[in-house]
C-alpha cells in the first residue's frame, strides 16, 4: 500500500539507494511512476506492505516502510532488490555500489569511489566537517537526524587524520 513518504513514523524501516549520477528531470518522472506502481502491489506473506518513497536531490531513492501492521519478509526484500537491478538497466545508473561516497563540497553534491574520497581526506580537500550522506540510517528518524552529516560524525569518520 503506498503511502505518503512524510506520513511514515520515525521508527520505519528505510533503504536508501544512491544513483551514480544525477537522475534527470524525465528519470524522476519515471522514477516516481515506476516507484508508485512497485510500493502499491509490495507485499510479505500476502500483506500490503505500507510504504513510501522519496527521491531527494535527484540522486537518492529513500524507500520508508512502516512496519507495525506488516514487517518485511526476505521474499519481499529480494522483491525490492530485484525492482532496484531493474530501475538500474532501465535507467542506465548504478543505484546498489554501496562502496562510494557522496557528499557536498562548494554548495554542490558529489560522488566519488570511496578510493578517490580516501585521497581526497589525504589530499586535504575534504575533512571532519564535510557533510556526507550516511546511507547507512535505518530508520526514517535516523534519516531525518543523522542522513547529512559531518564525517567525523559518520562511519567515513574511519578514513580521517586525528585530530583535523
Not at 522514477?31 to 512497485?38: A, G, H, P, Q
Not at 567515513?156 to 587524520?161: D, G, M, N, Q, T
Request: hydrophobic share 40%.
Amino acid at each position: 500500500m503506498l503511502v505518503d513518504f512524510n506520513s511514515l513514523s520515525d521508527t520505519s524501516r528505510i533503504w536508501l539507494y544512491q544513483s551514480d549520477q544525477k537522475f534527470t528531470d524525465e528519470q524522476v518522472a519515471q522514477l516516481e511512476k515506476d516507484l508508485s506502481t512497485f510500493l502499491t502491489g509490495w507485499t510479505a506473506h500476502g500483506a500490503s506492505l505500507k510504504a513510501g518513497f522519496e527521491i531527494k536531490y535527484n540522486r537518492f531513492i529513500a524507500i520508508g516502510l512502516d512496519q507495525t501492521e506488516a514487517a518485511a519478509s526476505g521474499c519481499s526484500i529480494d522483491s525490492q532488490v530485484r525492482f532496484i537491478i531493474s530501475l538500474q538497466e532501465e535507467l542506465g545508473v548504478d543505484l546498489l555500489d554501496k562502496m562510494n561516497v557522496t557528499y557536498y563540497q562548494n554548495d554542490r553534491i558529489h560522488y566519488k569511489t570511496l578510493l578517490d574520497f580516501k585521497k581526497m581526506i589525504k589530499d586535504g580537500a575534504v575533512g571532519r566537517n564535510t557533510i556526507v550522506f550516511n546511507n547507512l540510517v535505518a530508520t526514517v528518524g535516523e534519516y531525518k537526524v543523522n542522513w547529512e552529516i559531518a564525517a567525523k560524525d559518520s562511519w567515513h569518520s574511519r578514513f580521517l587524520k586525528k585530530g583535523k
